[in-house]
């Protein structure tokens, strides 16, 4: 059976595979459409076992924000080339979108394979890393930020003792501020008192060995020790950081100046980065 050029772009509108591979699957299939549709995906799957142990060290961060969660998702590929690519980028907010119509909280064979139908068209290997879902409940809201193509994405939540506060323009500029700060400032941990005790441990010996050799006295080298902790600790952990825009108070301290504007109680509850490419951070 003759394949015509209109059978060609019939398939490939339906599929968005290339023109060779429509025209070749049509010719396998004595032009039959279902049945080349149904090669091509056959195709598509031997391509993605191909593709497999291909490294993904470039990628993309997608954020989405509702009123009662907030969703970060992590898709990698390959090349910088496919992660600005458009079909990329309208692939991870799919993604979230699904995410967030279905309450999907964790990656499935669904979202995997919306990623595997678009590795049949772009012919590179992807992976679907993460889905990190952060409920929001009531009195809750979250502020995002997304850096550049989605190079980083950055969700923070916050509590409120008045809904209204969510909708407060002090608030609101706050929120967004806290966003930019965990983007600028990568925080390690959420405060100190979430820290690891043993990274604590850890750090308390190396600033003990380091103030042992001012050959000060015990008192004085268990205050350098402290101070050094003290001081290690508000560069890592969010609540402790000075503010992006005011170093002169904490990222608590800013929280409790807001709060008293605003006349409520604002309080950051949680916070989540990904850098694209890599591990998240979470509180």
């Known amino acids: 059976m003759a394949v015509t050029a209109e059978d060609v772009k019939r398939l490939r509108d339906a599929t968005g595979a290339g023109m060779m591979d429509c025209k070749k699957a049509l010719m396998k299939s004595d032009g039959d459409f279902d049945a080349a549709n149904k ?20 990628g993309r961060v997608f954020v989405r924000v509702t009123d009662d969660k907030a969703v970060i998702v992590q898709i990698s590929c390959e090349t910088d080339f496919v992660a600005g690519n458009a079909q990329f980028a309208e692939l991870g907010e799919n993604v979230c979108t699904v995410v967030v119509e279905k309450g999907y909280t964790e990656i499935n064979d669904e979202l995997n394979g919306m990623v595997n139908e678009l590795i049949t068209v772009i012919k590179e290997n992807m992976t679907l ?48 501020d806290c966003a930019l700060h965990v983007a600028a400032f990568t925080p390690s941990y959420f405060t100190s008192s979430s820290v690891d005790p043993a990274y604590v ?8 060995a380091q103030a042992a050799l001012l050959d000060k006295p015990a ?3 268990e205050g350098i020790v402290k101070g050094k902790l003290s001081k290690h600790l508000a560069e890592i952990c969010f609540l402790q950081q000075k503010f992006v825009k005011d170093d ?4 608590e301290q800013k929280a409790k100046e807001v709060s008293k504007t605003a006349g409520g109680k604002i309080e950051i509850s949680n916070f989540t980065y990904i850098l694209a490419g890599s591990a998240s951070c979470e509180a």
């Not at 497999?52 to 470039?58: K, P, V």
């Not at 002169?248 to 990222?251: F, L, R």
């Open 219 to 221: 008192k004085v080298v």
């Open 248 to 251: 002169s108070v904490s990222v």
């Open 39 to 58: 090669f091509l995906k056959e195709m598509g799957l031997a391509a993605i076992a191909k593709r497999q142990d291909r490294a993904t060290n470039n």
């Open 129 to 176: 890393k993460q889905v990190v879902v952060l409920p929001l409940g009531e009195n809750e809201f979250a502020s995002s930020y997304v850096h550049g193509e989605g190079s980083l994405g950055v969700v923070v939540t916050f509590k409120t003792d008045k809904a209204s506060l969510a909708n407060d323009e002090v608030v609101k500029e706050f929120a967004n």
């Open 201 to 208: 441990a850890d750090q308390t010996e190396i600033f003990t």
